[in-house]
């Protein structure tokens, strides 16, 4: 049945591009549309290049090359995310600009997220409500699905193999015409996961595999040069069991219809209209499904040349159909928003973001942010910005905090946040290299963070119970040398952060007050080198992660680890086709190492791919 | 408790300072009776690392945390621990920690606490989310509730496993079909097991053949035997899982020698699952989130001993002294365990491992 789902599909979309007619430009889509109204906000975005050699789920992409702490339950199992020492649920996960966190968990499984289905990754730390919406307080990964390829026609495919019984196959068709460009994308995953854990008598086995399948398919079609109409499609089915032999079975599947119109040269309308279907089994019969209906409304302006301004709405619409809800709901919330930015000077830039959400039941906070970058030097070959940015943001509470039976709590609040932070950002380059630093120190306050407790009658319910303080430092530093055929590139990423509890407010003893919040490490970073050399290509990876506290009264500390991965790749160029062969050796020290308590990952293994694409 | 000799305090107190200034490497000192008096307590962690952990509250009222690890070189228990039972071996007193989450049992020595074996699941999954643990001479037998996704279904295959203790090994599984098994206790040379799914108790003889069915009430639960060799069981009733309201049990009293349910006081204030009872001179004491009630099984009176400020998850007292040790209901953070006087006045307040559910007294 879905090999028949897959073929139709493909034969829809070369159908439709039959009928293509060349009459303009080949289409250019920008990877982060936002960025202009992140004015003072710490970007980080993948390097496209690795990220186009990797298949690994994104949690263990994240955990190697920025500095973001990954909350990984076992190889692939199910991954969250801690950004600037914040919770899982303090990170929104945009797809195309839609938030796709699970509504009734109000996170995303970073695990269940594979590097393959998108063309472009970034991480926005920090406060982005503004932006984004609920949950963006610690930041927001931005997955962009579809950036099309300034060539003709591409076919890839890929195959890689590796330990514990790994297979991937992959498979992609782009097409870029001067009208309508299109992409599919299709791709399976096994993984036994059969991999030696500690144990009492030395090593036992794991044994938890997964098997995924995913197709995902991108359309941008420019009518002419007022019209543009994107359709992006994703669907992904992963199978799991989980450690106790539970099994995890999780279907996804997001729709959305993106059209664009712009007029009198500089004004833009867009309307994206989206449908996600997110159904969850555990075991055999408990299960969860949660479908929204979406639509994002913006239109945006360029007053003179300095000064733009887009004003927009966002509606959802839930629907839930969860075993613990004993009946089915259903959830509006709207939201409106303003986000400006303006180039006051020659060297000043300022944004002002404006956002405020109206959803039945409780209130969700005003989300203002500003910021701006001045730039201390400008000349050709160097840059000097310093960079300021406070905000607001606001995580909505779940689903499942509102409805879950028993212990589901009408009256919860939204949490909120307030953070500040500056920073320098130091650029320089010449013929043969460039250099990029950028240093950026923040404060944030999240309260109202919302603690499932045990009630008077025994229930487990939610309640707006904890304020959280953290602090910290992130560095990062980027340099690219270019020797005749040799490029280099190297990426430093470093964050130190410290989250206290400030107050537990149901706590009278005050017994968690100064306790570091757990699974936060102090320091994080990672390095990577990069080197390519005509047609062959290496890449050292190295990160650590620091010590963590497990528990809330800091009693039980994880011990840091550093790993360090390894990548070889030759590529072969035959006329317009090329043969990649990719060799990844993860955790090349062999090191035992675990980023959640008992939930240990593999040792050293290994990845071998062949990939052969053909251009025209 | 207190009133402790002041010789095992010192030598207590002696070896703790040695364990905390030894350096890492140094080999761990083989301690014998370090464990032989004082209060185990367990520590059941949270599902989601199966970081369930072993204290001890030793007669100086010292405390020490995670014991197991500290005993055998940082081994871990790495589990959700379901229970923990002694047993005699020859005339050695030994442990069986059940865990799920990773499902094991673990068997080490009482006194040193040093790890001696641990039976795994195995292909032929020998355990499979296993509960509780009874010695019969030379045999353990071990409840499993069975594949987790039929356990909760209307025919759950749970089994109970039956450990050769001479050489720790494991020997057999006995089928429980449409059963989801909970407690297991042994009196009188026989095996009494609660089918927490039905209202029943079945009983084994030594050899683990199955001898009769003794109905009970619904949801029969954890089971004790009391200073007269009668077993206790908490039957759960029919709880209301939709709106969780507050839950009454009967409590029974079965004669091992005749299997006879001899006495039967309704109306006992417990959990909806999951129900922890302890035993004490003619009371029992039943836990209900912050409360715990005290039976008189004299009269079969039901009276509220105290309203505690957090919520409780387990609960022991004392033979020696019917002192009350409470264990605080949270997994998020290590657990406050209180030791209570009889009357219920708070004695001395601890901080162990995460979601504590039981004490052993030695």
């Known amino acids: ?616 | 408790m207190k009133k402790n000799k002041f010789s095992i305090f010192i030598f207590v107190l002696f070896l703790a300072s040695f364990v905390a200034c030894k350096k890492s490497d140094d080999p761990a000192p083989i301690i014998s009776g370090k464990y032989e008096k004082g209060v185990l307590v367990i520590n059941e962690g949270n599902f989601s690392e199966g970081n369930g952990s072993l204290s001890f509250l030793f007669p100086n009222d010292s405390l020490a945390n995670g014991i197991f690890e500290n005993e055998n070189g940082g081994l871990k228990i790495g589990g959700t621990i379901q229970s923990v039972n002694s047993y005699l071996s020859g005339t050695n007193k030994k442990l069986a920690v059940v865990t799920n989450r990773k499902d094991q049992v673990i068997l080490a020595d009482a006194d040193s606490l040093n790890f001696m074996a641990v039976v795994y699941p195995e292909a032929d999954k020998r355990l499979d989310n296993p509960v509780s643990f009874a010695a019969i001479g030379e045999k353990g037998f071990v409840s499993n509730w069975g594949d987790i996704n039929q356990a909760f279904g209307n025919y759950p295959k749970g089994f109970l496993t039956e450990i050769n203790l001479k050489n720790n090994t494991f020997s057999r599984k006995i089928a429980l079909d449409g059963v989801r098994p909970q407690d297991v206790i042994a009196a009188n040379n026989k095996l009494y097991v609660t089918v927490s799914n039905g209202s029943d108790i079945y009983v084994y003889d030594s050899n683990g053949n199955f001898l009769k069915n003794i109905p009970v009430e619904q949801s029969p639960d954890k089971m004790l035997i009391d200073k007269n060799g009668k077993i206790w069981v908490i039957c759960n009733n029919e709880p209301d899982y939709v709106n969780f309201t507050d839950n009454e049990g009967t409590l029974l009293r079965i004669n091992p020698e005749t299997d006879a349910v001899e006495q039967s006081i309704p109306n006992v204030p417990c959990g909806s699952y999951n129900s922890k009872i302890a035993y004490y001179n003619d009371k029992i004491y039943s836990l209900r989130d912050k409360k715990v009630f005290v039976i008189d099984t004299t009269n079969s009176s039901v009276n509220e001993l105290i309203s505690n400020d957090f919520s409780l998850y387990g609960i022991g007292v004392n033979p020696n002294n019917g002192d009350l040790y409470l264990g605080e209901y949270i997994f998020a953070s290590s657990s406050r365990v209180r030791q209570l006087s009889k009357e219920g006045d708070l004695i001395r307040e601890y901080l162990v491992g995460i979601g504590t559910n039981g004490f052993l007294f030695f």
């Open chain 1, 1 to 616: 049945m879905k090999k028949k789902l897959l073929m139709a599909y493909l034969l829809g979309f070369l159908a439709w591009q039959a009928k293509a007619q060349d009459s303009l430009e080949r289409i250019v889509i920008r990877a982060y549309p936002y960025e202009k109204y992140a004015v003072g906000a710490k970007i980080w975005q993948a390097d496209s290049v690795l990220l186009s050699q990797n298949t690994l789920p994104i949690s263990q992409w994240l955990s190697a090359y920025t500095p973001a702490y990954l909350k990984e339950y076992g190889n692939g199992l199910f991954g969250s995310i801690a950004l600037r020492g914040t919770g899982a649920g303090h990170t929104a996960i945009l797809w195309n600009g839609l938030n796709i966190n699970s509504a009734t968990l109000g996170e995303g499984d970073f695990a269940n997220i594979p590097t393959f289905a998108n063309a472009s990754v970034a991480l926005q730390m920090g406060n982005a409500a503004s932006l984004y919406g609920s949950e963006a307080i610690g930041g927001a990964l931005l997955l962009s699905s579809f950036e099309p390829s300034e060539l003709d026609t591409q076919i890839s495919f890929k195959q890689e193999i590796g330990s514990f019984g790994r297979n991937f196959w992959g498979a992609e068709v782009q097409k870029n015409t001067q009208k309508i460009a299109f992409k599919t994308n299709v791709y399976t995953f096994n993984l036994k996961n059969n991999y030696e854990i500690p144990s009492l008598t030395g090593n036992t086995q794991n044994n938890t595999p997964i098997n995924y399948l995913g197709i995902s398919q991108d359309a941008i079609w420019q009518i002419n040069n007022k019209h543009t109409i994107s359709l992006h499609h994703w669907y992904n089915s992963n199978h799991r069991t989980l450690e106790n032999g539970a099994t995890l079975l999780d279907n996804n599947l997001r729709l959305m219809l993106d059209w664009e119109h712009t007029f009198h040269s500089s004004n833009r309308i867009t309307a994206k209209f989206a449908y996600t279907n997110d159904f969850l089994r555990y075991n055999l019969d408990d299960t969860t499904q949660t479908r929204r209906l979406a639509m994002i409304l913006n239109y945006e302006k360029q007053l003179k040349n300095n000064f733009s301004v887009r004003l927009g709405s966002q509606t959802q619409y839930f629907l839930m159909n969860v075993d613990a809800y004993q009946e089915k709901k259903t959830e509006l919330r709207n939201e409106f928003f303003m986000f400006s930015q303006w180039q006051a000077t020659y060297r000043l830039a300022l944004h002002l973001n404006l956002r405020q959400g109206l959803v039945s039941g409780y209130t969700a906070p005003f989300t203002p942010a500003l910021g701006l970058v001045y730039s201390l030097q400008k000349t050709e070959n160097q840059l000097l910005k310093w960079k300021l940015q406070i905000s607001r943001a606001y995580r909505l509470p779940t689903l499942n905090s509102r409805y879950w039976q028993p212990g589901g709590n009408p009256n919860i609040q939204a949490e909120n946040s307030l953070s500040t932070e500056t920073g320098i950002i130091w650029e320089k380059k010449n013929q043969k290299s460039k250099l990029q630093a950028e240093a950026t120190f923040f404060v944030m306050q999240v309260e109202d963070w919302i603690l499932w407790q045990p009630t008077e009658g025994g229930v487990w319910s939610p309640e707006n119970l904890q304020n959280v303080f953290s602090k910290g430092a992130e560095l990062s530093v980027i340099y690219q040398l270019k020797i005749k055929d040799l490029l280099l590139n190297s990426f430093l990423h470093y964050t130190f952060s410290e989250s206290f509890i400030t107050t537990i407010k149901n706590d009278q003893t005050g017994r968690f007050e100064g306790k570091i919040l757990p699974y936060s490490p102090k320091n994080r970073a990672s390095f990577t080198l990069f080197a390519n050399y005509r047609q062959h290509s290496l890449s050292w990876n190295t990160h650590f992660t620091d010590t963590r506290f497990s528990d809330l009264a800091n009693q039980n500390k994880l011990k840091s680890f550093i790993i360090s991965n390894l990548s070889l790749s030759r590529s072969f160029k035959l006329q317009s086709h090329k043969l990649s062969i990719n060799l990844n050796i993860n955790n090349l020290m062999n090191k035992t190492y675990e980023n959640i308590q008992n939930q240990y990952m593999p040792k050293r293994n290994y990845q071998l791919s062949i990939q052969y694409i053909f251009n025209k």
